[in-house]
């Protein structure tokens, strides 16, 4: 059956990061999953957690948030708090994030990631990841005196696969994602090693070699969402990188 938007089933949305997208944060990236726009800014800040203090290591962590009108109907904002879906997933981002950051050669300093939905239509998660990583890979870059290539170990990105009436896909949209019978995300470093997970049966329990083909699919569509933020990394003048 023909996705709503005619792609492969193995086809990834349009996607467009722009970086330096805002003024102030050492890092910003707005990334574009098809209709998805997430907003991700890394700002360094010159001091750790507590936990953290005199241990000679720094720290990267996240918040995320959606914007009231991000999706079809307005969400109030989380003025007391991150939802527990929120929580759940700034979560995601940050271990997602630090699985590729030596934070010994990151020196006592945190690097706050902000992953803001200001348009959802499925994978916001995955976007958050993918463009974050660009985003802190940006802001270490111009920490004076620090080595950025020690601190960054390797890419890491993220994809949602899915089977939707019997069918394996890649990189659901919202349509897609509200009717699968199976729902995974998947984030991956750039060497092919695995940082998350996260898998459910919607509907009935799937197998041993669904679960496979998925893994597959999902690495096809990380490859190349690692090699756009190659191409981000080694040219640093550019702005736009679209895939």
């Known amino acids: 059956m023909p996705r709503p938007d005619g792609r492969a089933p193995d086809q ?3 996607i467009v990061v722009t970086r330096d997208f805002l003024l102030h944060p050492e890092g910003s990236v707005l990334v574009e999953f098809g209709a998805t726009k997430v907003i991700c800014t890394a700002s360094v800040e010159e001091k750790v957690p507590p936990f953290l203090k005199g241990q000679g290591q720094g720290w990267v962590t996240a918040e995320y948030a959606m914007l009231p009108r991000s999706t079809n109907t307005r969400t109030q904002r989380e003025n007391r708090g991150p939802s527990g879906r929120s929580q759940e997933i700034q979560r995601l981002v940050g271990r997602a994030l630090r699985a590729v950051i030596d934070r010994g050669k990151l020196g006592e300093r945190t690097v706050w990631v902000d992953c803001d939905v200001i348009q959802a239509d ?3 998660r995955t976007a958050a990841i993918t463009g ?3 985003a802190v890979a940006d802001a270490i870059t111009r920490i004076p005196g620090l080595q950025a290539s020690a601190a960054i170990r390797d890419c890491v990105a993220a994809i949602s696969v ?4 019997g069918q394996a896909l890649l990189d659901l949209n919202y349509v897609e994602d509200s009717t699968a019978e199976v729902d995974m995300n ?3 470093t750039g060497a092919g ?3 998350e997970v996260q898998g459910t049966a919607e509907q009935v329990p799937f197998s041993r070699a669904r679960l496979d083909a998925l893994l597959a699919v999902a690495e096809t569509g990380i490859r190349r969402l690692v090699g756009l933020q190659r191409r981000a990394l080694d040219a640093r003048a550019e702005r736009t990188f679209k895939l």
């Open 12 to 14: 990834l949305r349009p």
């Open 186 to 188: 998947i984030v991956m």
């Open 193 to 195: 090693d695995f940082v």
């Open 162 to 165: 899915g089977v939707v009436q």
């Open 122 to 124: 499925g994978g916001t």
């Open 132 to 134: 974050g990583f660009i």
